[in-house]
């Protein structure tokens, strides 16, 4: 069944923009007079949508993901955060509908609350303004994985590592791919790369941790060597995954900041011989 049109809008704080647009002489551009009516609406119009460019309309099952967001993000300090943080880049965006940074954020920020399609949007404007945007393209990939469309994420994976072959996150989220693909020994590679000194795991917004808070690459690299049959070198890097972070904890998590809780049982299954 097709999808209902977009039943959520955000044009109710441009009302009274709309009717001030409406009042203008606006014209068209060497006009002859003869409809100057039906000029200013069209061009009152025009400005509004320029206006509007800025601004989110909903799938019917996001705006209800996105008004519960909103009623209950105001009851915690760190959703009042969010909440500011969503407000200040629409309306950046607003101003600017080519920010591709703010873009970016709200992006980041619709993924967090589930809004996956919507900030798949916001991604591929971003990449449209900027073919370059490396982090974009990492971003995106997470939400194709949010969907389980692998083929597509491994595609915006690879083209983030080729424009920044440094982005830990990149190289992470790649590896923890390639697991879910069965490809174990492609994710001993990325997971490795992600953990030299030279790659770098760069937070999506201001007052955030990275992405490797918890220190969870060992554990990825556990699970890659279990699925290879290499029980020591599993357990070694099990094992490793259980130190304390060496990471400050100033901050809010990173949305993709694992925690695996079942680092220890694995350890046992494979040590009693499971």
């Known amino acids: 069944m097709a999808k209902a049109a977009p039943a959520f809008c955000a044009l109710r704080p441009f009302r009274r923009l709309r009717i001030a647009l409406m009042q203008m002489k606006l014209e068209f551009p060497g006009s002859t007079g003869r409809s100057p009516g039906l000029a200013r609406r069209v061009s009152a119009l025009m400005a509004l949508f320029t206006l509007l460019l800025g601004q989110k309309c909903f799938s019917a099952n996001e705006s209800d993901t996105f008004r519960t967001w909103q009623a209950t993000a105001k009851t915690t300090q760190l959703g009042q955060q969010l909440l500011t943080m969503m407000n200040a880049v629409s309306r950046a965006i607003s101003v600017n509908p080519s920010d591709k940074y703010s873009l970016f954020r709200r992006a980041y920020l619709y993924g967090t609350i589930g809004c996956t399609e919507s900030a798949l949007a916001d991604l591929?404007?971003?990449?449209?303004i900027d073919p370059n945007f490396a982090a974009a393209y990492t971003e995106r990939a997470n939400c194709y994985l949010d969907q389980k469309n692998f083929e597509r994420?491994?595609?915006?994976?690879n083209r983030a590592i080729v424009l920044d072959p440094r982005s830990?996150?990149?190289?992470?989220?790649?590896?923890?791919?390639?697991?879910?693909?069965?490809?174990?020994s492609l994710a001993l590679n990325d997971l490795r790369r992600s953990q030299s000194s030279e790659c770098r795991f760069a937070p999506a917004l201001p007052g955030e941790l990275?992405?490797?808070?918890?220190?969870a690459t060992d554990y990825y690299i556990g699970v890659a060597y279990e699925a290879?049959?290499?029980?020591?070198?599993?357990?070694r890097h099990y094992q490793a995954s259980l130190k304390t972070p060496r990471l400050g904890t100033v901050g809010f998590i990173h949305r993709y900041a694992d925690q695996p809780l079942d680092a220890k049982y694995r350890v046992s299954m494979l040590e009693n011989g499971y």
Request: no cysteine; net charge neutral; aromatic share 8%.
């Open 210 to 215: 990275p992405a490797n808070h918890y220190d």
């Open 228 to 235: 290879m049959d290499k029980k020591d070198e599993a357990i």
């Open 124 to 128: 591929t404007r971003v990449i449209a």
């Open 168 to 184: 830990g996150d990149a190289l992470y989220t790649r590896g923890r791919l390639m697991l879910l693909m069965n490809k174990p």
């Open 153 to 157: 994420a491994l595609f915006d994976l």
